[in-house]
């Protein structure tokens, strides 16, 4: 499970449309009290953060729309609390870019 800290016109398809569903998956974890992945470090630094989540959303749907993608998944804005900011990372933004440089996916970072 991943949500990147980089721009998402930045993502390949592959990992945009990747991390839209696992912020979903995610989403379900925080709100819902679903047990899958409770404990990844992933969910455990967006505890609170719901706000700075559905923010992460609406930009991963901005960048889905502008590539031609249809979105029929809206996150309800009323669970949208906590921080709206993200301050915490398993790997920082740098890193993130190395990670996905090393991949060779289309990524442009």
């Known amino acids: ?3 990147w800290d980089l721009p ?9 449309l990747g991390e839209h569903r696992e912020l979903h998956a995610l989403w379900s974890v925080l709100t819902e009290g ?10 455990r ?4 953060k719901l706000k700075a989540l559905f923010l992460r959303h609406d ?3 901005a960048e889905m729309q502008r590539r031609g993608y249809q979105h029929r998944s ?3 804005a009323a669970l949208a609390t906590g921080a ?3 301050t915490e990372y398993v790997d920082t933004p740098e890193e993130q870019r190395r990670l996905l440089r090393e991949k060779g996916c289309g990524c442009g970072v």
């Open 8 to 16: 998402p016109e930045c993502l390949c398809r592959q990992h945009l």
């Open 59 to 61: 930009q991963l749907v």
């Open 45 to 48: 630094r967006w505890r609170g």
């Open 74 to 76: 809206p996150l309800p």
């Open 34 to 43: 679903k047990p899958g992945f409770a404990n990844h470090p992933e969910t």
């Open 84 to 86: 709206a900011v993200q």
């Open 1 to 3: 499970m991943r949500i």
